[in-house]
């Protein structure tokens, strides 16, 4: 499959220009921040269209980080980037190993309980310190007059399978929570 036909993931966005040179500060959304400089070559979104750019260097720089890049060498040249999204092709992530999952993987799947009750689709995940959350919109207010719900993601415990092909997260879970 070519990269031109796989779906683009947003990993980060350039912040303001660093200096005269064209250096730019990024702001990275990878799980590591210092993982988006491991995708090469970036997709710069500018306009509704996207441009490959090659980081050709980077650092740490404060608490954030700074990168250049080959087709930009002045400071007016990066302003013209300032807030746009970083991405990459999504056939540039690393496979995971069985049993781990993408977030975006996750977002749209439906939500059954082990005993069959239908408690809705997955909207959206949240990081908490100790644990991942699924948040679950009900496809409409249920019986228990839930409209959402936050499960914690715990295999084994409370998640009991997750069908990638069939698009469908089994858990053990009381409808009335």
């Known amino acids: 499959m070519s990269q031109e036909n796989t779906s683009i993931i947003v990993v980060g966005k350039l912040g303001a220009p660093y200096g005269i040179k064209g250096w730019l500060k990024v702001h990275s959304f990878t799980d590591d921040p210092e993982g988006i400089f491991d995708y090469s070559p970036w997709l710069i979104g500018q306009q509704g269209k996207w441009q490959t750019f090659e980081v050709v260097d980077w650092r740490r720089h404060s608490k954030g980080y700074i990168a250049k890049f080959a087709q930009i060498n002045d400071r007016d040249e990066a302003l013209a980037l300032t807030n746009v999204e970083i991405a990459v092709y999504e056939a540039q992530l690393p496979e995971l190993p069985d049993g781990e999952f993408y977030w975006r993987d996750l977002i749209g799947m439906s939500v059954v309980t082990d005993k069959g009750y239908d408690l809705g689709i ?56």
């Open 122 to 177: 997955v909207d959206d995940l949240m990081e908490t310190g100790s644990n991942d959350v699924l948040v679950v919109k009900a496809n409409k207010k249920d019986a228990f007059g839930q409209s959402e719900r936050l499960i914690p993601f715990l295999p084994e415990s409370v998640i009991v399978s997750v069908e990638h092909d069939e698009r469908k997260i089994t858990v053990d879970w009381d409808p009335a929570f």
